[in-house]
């Protein structure tokens, strides 16, 4: 009796283990994810900002 209780208590504590382990190794993709978002969209801004700057700049002078 006392192994079957100890053999469930340590399948429990492993399936939560793998539970957190999932969940956190998706949140990490997630925030991944999002800082290259945000990378990336901030790359192009600063194009866009540049290409903007530089034609008005090229307008002005012409």
Request: charged residues 0%.
């Amino acid at each position: 009796m006392f192994l079957c209780t100890r053999l469930s208590t340590w399948i429990v504590s492993f399936f939560i283990l793998i539970c957190v382990v999932c969940v956190s190794f998706i949140c990490f993709i997630f925030i991944c994810f999002i800082f290259i978002f945000i990378f990336i969209f901030s790359f192009l801004s600063f194009f866009v900002f540049i290409y903007f700057f530089i034609s008005s700049y090229l307008s002005y002078f012409s």
